[in-house]
């Protein structure tokens, strides 16, 4: 079981980026997978999650900025992130986990993480 994090980079105040969450060795029919990021000298912290049943969740923080969605085909969830700020340099992680029932919870696997730098 695996799951790797692509799409991050350097992008300006106000721009938008949209991270990848391949999975392999399983199919998200059977996990739930969340994103979490942690900022410099902060802990990690839980963003959104996709369940199992194909339910949403986003913390209060990130609701209306942030869009998970997945695509089964491609085993692939992705993380649509919009109006960047700064306050959102961080790695972003996915993690997948086959029996959480909230984001909390999601923790089996976990990605190396990609890198997301707001500046100017």
């Known amino acids: 079981v695996q799951v790797v994090e692509s799409g991050g980079g350097l992008v300006q105040p106000g721009g938008s980026l949209r991270l990848s969450c391949a999975a392999s060795?399983?199919?998200?029919?059977?996990?739930?997978i969340g994103w979490f990021r942690q900022a410099p000298g902060k802990e990690r912290v839980g963003l959104s999650g996709?369940?199992?049943?194909?339910?949403?969740y986003y913390t209060h923080s990130v609701k209306g900025r942030f869009t998970i969605s997945s695509d089964n085909a491609k085993n692939t969830v992705y993380l649509q992130i919009n109006n960047l700020k700064p306050e959102d340099t961080a790695v972003y992680y996915c993690?997948?986990?086959?029996?959480?029932?909230?984001?909390?919870?999601?923790?089996?696997?976990w990605g190396q993480g990609t890198q997301v730098t707001v500046s100017s």
């Open positions: 060795g399983f199919t998200l029919d059977d996990y739930s």
């Open positions: 996709i369940f199992k049943d194909g339910t949403t």
């Open positions: 993690a997948a986990d086959s029996v959480a029932e909230s984001l909390d919870e999601i923790n089996d696997y």
